[in-house]
């Protein structure tokens, strides 16, 4: 078998050389051609190229806005911080705890208060406050026969402006039937300085920013954690004591109805002395007459919306019956504590006057002439569009005239005085 020797050999130095020397020359000519392939194939490189570009300048935007939001949104946070920390930095500022009085003064003030509140001395409470409404006064009078007041603790911080001070009487009040219980109560009082340096309390009317100040100090945790253990005291009493609930509410409807028949007496002995003396020789028929004129026409009231009848003149009073906006009822009395007694069925209730409007009686009223209502109109309590609606006519209806003024008809209706409004009708007035 042959074999075939195949030689391999090295190349020659010189070769060597030679390859090593093309290899520089392309080295060195490698910018050229560089040069030379972007030219040539430039519209391919460049878009590509430029696309890139943009990419990383709109990566590099965008993430510097996300910082720069990133920035103004933590300045915005530590501005409220600093808002919310100055807030309740002021407010702290503000507060004053509440502490015991010991202002000798004050004290001698408060205390006078109660005790005349308890033994219904009025005089000298006028002297303590700076106003007492008449019939305030009528009422503290009547009701110092069935309640005493003891001050337990006074509590002071100073008021809006120099010289005055908000203090409150923390206090028990003691009715006579139940001697061995005692009722607590929270009173807050405004207390200025005169100028002889004498304190006074405050009754009258009171600047808003008064008014603002003691409701915020009012609203300070330590004075309404006060007065929510006085009124958790004040339930928990009364939740124990029901005869002394009853008598407590009992008390309110017979100071009210004592209270309302005093100023009913006076406002009668005012008004007889303002009335003009008789002349001499008036017979006796013309004082009889005049007397009789001047008694007061039968009141009633309607109702202003849908509201609950109770027994007495108490929100916590039995519920005896409900009335539908726009019931009438016969009015008895008018009580200074916001309730109305009426005739209710066989007998009497009360009604919350807020939800009531009064409507006086058309009885003994002399009649002027007759209305013709030219076309479908409402009939109202008051000679006002937004009063309330107490009936209706149609064209046709007729009604009789009391009296002509202002563009409103006082007609007779249902036995009770009412108001039509005069473009909607035609008045025939009798001939004298």
């Known amino acids: 078998m042959l074999r075939t020797t195949v030689r391999h050999e090295l190349p020659a130095y010189g070769r060597q050389t030679g390859t090593m020397s093309k290899i520089s020359d392309n080295i060195k000519a490698f910018p050229k051609k560089a040069g030379q392939f972007i030219l040539k194939y430039s519209k391919y490189f460049f878009p590509g190229f430029a696309l890139i570009i943009a990419a990383v300048i709109v990566v590099v935007s965008l993430d510097q806005h996300r910082k720069a939001q990133e920035r103004e949104a933590e300045k915005e946070a530590q501005a409220l911080i600093e808002q919310q920390e100055a807030a309740a930095a002021e407010l702290e500022d503000m507060e004053v705890p509440l502490e015991e009085s010991g202002d000798e003064k004050l004290e001698e003030l408060v205390n006078a208060y109660y005790e005349c509140l308890s033994s219904g001395d009025i005089d000298t409470l006028e002297t303590l406050c ?43 009040a003691v009715f006579p039937p139940y001697p061995e219980i005692e009722l607590p109560g929270f009173d807050a009082h405004y207390i200025r300085t005169d100028e002889e340096g004498n304190l006074f309390i405050v009754k009258g009317e009171l600047t808003d920013e008064e008014n603002d100040y003691i409701t915020k100090i009012s609203n300070q945790d330590d004075v309404r954690e006060l007065n929510n253990k006085v009124n958790v005291e004040y339930n928990e009493i009364l939740m124990e004591n029901p005869d002394l609930l009853n008598y407590f509410l009992d008390l309110d409807t017979t100071v ?3 209270v309302g028949e005093k100023i009913a007496q006076l406002n009668a002995t005012n008004e007889a002395e303002a009335e003009p003396a008789v002349e001499e020789g008036a017979e006796q028929d013309d004082q009889t007459d005049s007397a009789e004129a001047a008694e007061p026409a039968t009141l009633f009231v309607t109702t202003t919306t849908r509201v ?36 209710y069925g066989d007998g009497e209730a009360f009604i919350k006057s807020d939800y009531l409007s009064v409507i006086q009686s058309s009885e003994g009223q002399p009649t002027i002439g007759m209305l013709t209502a030219r076309e479908e109109v409402n009939i109202r309590s008051l000679p006002d569009t937004n009063s309330e609606r107490v009936g209706a006519l149609i064209a046709g209806d007729q009604l009789e005239i009391v009296a002509i003024e202002d563009g409103w008809v006082t007609v007779k209706f249902e036995n009770m005085l009412a108001y039509v409004n005069a473009d909607y009708v035609d008045c025939t007035l009798f001939e004298e």
């Open 308 to 343: 609950n009848v109770r027994a007495s003149d108490s929100a916590n009073a039995e519920r005896v019956g409900e009335a539908m906006e726009g019931e009438r009822f016969e009015l008895v009395e008018e009580l200074l504590n916001g309730w109305t007694k009426i005739k």
């Open 256 to 258: 009210s109805t004592a």
């Open 130 to 172: 700076d106003t007492v409404d008449e019939s305030e006064a009528i009422r503290l009078s009547e009701q110092s026969a069935f309640v005493d007041y003891r001050v337990e603790n006074i509590y002071s911080q100073g008021g809006p402006e120099e010289g005055s001070y908000i203090a409150y009487a923390y206090y028990m």
